[in-house]
């Protein structure tokens, strides 16, 4: 199973990078995550944030296509339904056993595009708290892991 993890922004500081690459490396062998980075839409203090997350939903839904058929859409947002690790494994499981791919959807600093939401199949809220983009990516990759770890009997979790 894959797993591509879609964001937007780009040029996160070292200790993003060096924590992201220290959870992809522990994934196991079936299930790839990556990591495809997308554009920040140019933003000043006159922009108009609909056209910037506009921007930023057309390149994300053109990369979503790129991934080809059969790839299921996870959107992250503050409004989507919270998942235990636990949860998250269990639905890991479920996954793997689909028989698709994944794609999750981290938007930028205003969220995703409506289009993006709209073709989520799924919603997920890391937490009710604002979160910084970069330590999104780190969260994310980091209870994949754990989750693995968990459907593995591996003792990470504990």
Same mark, same amino acid.
């Given at each position: 199973?894959?797993?591509?993890?879609?964001?937007?922004?780009?040029?996160?500081? $070292?200790?993003?990078?060096?924590?992201? #690459?220290?959870?992809?490396?522990?994934?196991?062998? $079936?299930?790839?995550?990556?990591?495809?980075?997308?554009?920040?839409?140019?933003?000043?203090?006159?922009? $108009?944030? #609909?056209?910037?997350?506009? !921007?930023?939903?057309?390149?994300?839904?053109?990369?979503?296509?790129?991934?080809?058929?059969?790839?299921?859409?996870?959107? *992250?947002?503050?409004?989507?339904?919270?998942?235990?690790?636990?949860? &998250? #494994?269990?639905?890991? #499981?479920?996954? !793997?056993?689909?028989?698709?791919?994944?794609? *999750?959807?981290?938007?930028?600093?205003?969220? *995703?595009?409506?289009?993006?939401?709209?073709?989520?199949?799924? !919603?997920?809220? &890391?937490?009710? *708290?604002? &979160?910084?983009?970069?330590?999104?990516?780190?969260?994310?990759?980091?209870?994949?892991?754990?989750?693995?770890?968990?459907?593995?009997?591996?003792?990470?979790?504990?």
């Amino acid at each position: 199973m894959r797993i591509r993890i879609i964001a937007v922004g780009t040029k996160m500081p $070292d200790w993003v990078e060096q924590g992201y #690459a220290e959870y992809a490396k522990r994934m196991p062998r $079936d299930v790839s995550v990556e990591m495809l980075e997308l554009p920040l839409a140019q933003r000043g203090k006159n922009t $108009d944030i #609909a056209t910037a997350m506009a !921007k930023e939903g057309e390149l994300m839904l053109a990369a979503i296509e790129k991934g080809g058929k059969g790839e299921q859409v996870i959107a *992250l947002d503050v409004k989507g339904k919270p998942w235990s690790t636990e949860q &998250l #494994a269990e639905n890991l #499981a479920g996954w !793997k056993m689909s028989g698709f791919n994944y794609c *999750l959807l981290i938007g930028g600093p205003d969220g *995703l595009a409506p289009e993006c939401m709209a073709l989520a199949s799924v !919603k997920w809220s &890391l937490s009710p *708290l604002t &979160l910084p983009h970069p330590l999104v990516r780190i969260l994310v990759i980091e209870q994949l892991y754990r989750a693995c770890s968990i459907l593995q009997n591996h003792p990470y979790h504990k």
